[in-house]
């Protein structure tokens, strides 16, 4: 079959002029204005089919667009629970980004709420009661009685939280700069696998979600 150069020209010519008034970037449509010229007698059939099939997946995409992209944070939701808790290991120095981001995806929702979560070692605290033993022997060291291990204990863990509180009260006022959202803090003591602990966390504060940066282990 011959295809004169007049009407491969015409084609492209009104191809062009169409695509450039309705303002689309269709590269395929030129070589489909081609393709009718080599269809003979069934290019009425040719060019519906395409009109058909383009139709189709613009129809889908719009749904696809509307229906899901569009309603993405009402899905993301979908298995939360009342409380729609997000759990924000705050671990490393950028973290005002990640917790951000959280406080977001709960802003989103109508329950939303952070909870922001601060690990401390078992070695920590056995570190920080070898310290606060010998402050304690020196502040008695005329009185027969010293501090027990217990109180001992109990004081390095008060001492730890506390400063770790510092830090997440230090979060809650940039998380309250940008979006007004209710939060909440966790100090658990990290024993073992810090995964391990951010998932027990998350069941015991009843958290739907975990919101943390990715990691790589050095």
């Not at 696809?64 to 120095?93: C, K, N, T």
């Not at 309250?176 to 015991?204: I, K, N, Y």
Request: charged content about 25%; overall charge negative.
């Amino acid at each position: 079959m011959q295809v004169h150069a007049s009407a491969a020209a015409l084609g492209i010519f009104l191809t062009g002029v169409v695509t450039w008034g309705l303002s689309l970037e269709e590269p395929t449509a030129f070589s489909t204005s081609l393709l009718v010229l080599v269809t003979g007698a069934e290019r009425l059939t040719y060019v519906t089919g395409i009109v058909v099939s383009s139709l189709l997946v613009a129809g889908v995409f719009v749904v696809w667009r509307r229906r899901v992209y569009h309603e993405r944070a009402r899905y993301l939701f979908q298995s939360a629970q009342s409380d729609d808790q997000i759990l924000v290991p705050v671990r490393g120095d950028a973290t005002d980004s990640v917790v951000l981001f959280a406080a977001r995806l709960a802003a989103a929702h109508d329950a939303g709420k952070i909870v922001l979560m601060k690990t401390v070692s078992t070695e920590t605290i056995e570190k920080t009661e070898t310290e606060l033993e010998a402050t304690g022997r020196e502040s008695v060291s005329g009185d027969s009685d010293e501090p027990s291990e217990d109180s001992v204990t109990q004081a390095a863990e008060e001492h730890l939280a506390e400063q770790q509180l510092r830090d997440l009260e230090r979060l809650q006022d940039r998380i309250a700069s940008v979006v007004d959202v209710p939060c909440e803090f966790v100090v658990a003591v990290e024993d073992g696998s810090a995964g391990e602990t951010v998932l027990r966390t998350a069941e015991t504060e009843n958290c739907d979600l975990i919101v943390c940066p990715y990691e790589t282990a050095l």
